[in-house]
């Protein structure tokens, strides 16, 4: 924890259940995370519980590609289990790290 201001390009795909996430309520949570001090996996993983929680999607899969640390990218990906049967997931579409 330095301190340091840590950047991130996240990707949420979900197959909503009976509840949708509005961008600007997103757009504010994502936001509440400026000042939050935490290791990127951590933050990655938070995201998706309280989506999952709150959304209680079919299926959800989040990709937190974080900036490098230390000359050091760490890209954390995770989702709730196998996607439905039939529905296209694309992909994430966020190219390996080359100086983002």
Request: proline share 9%; charged share 20%.
């Amino acid at each position: 924890m330095t301190g340091q201001p840590d950047f991130a390009h996240l990707v949420i795909d979900y197959v909503p259940g009976r509840w949708l996430v509005e961008s600007k309520s997103l757009k504010l949570y994502l936001g509440s995370f400026r000042n939050h001090g935490a290791f990127h996996e951590d933050c990655t993983v938070a995201i998706a519980d309280r989506l999952v929680k709150l959304l209680k999607p079919r299926w959800l899969r989040i990709g937190g590609y974080w900036y490098p640390r230390g000359g050091m990218p760490i890209d954390v990906f995770w989702q709730t289990g196998k996607p439905p049967e039939g529905v296209w997931i694309p992909e994430q579409g966020v190219p390996a790290y080359r100086g983002r």
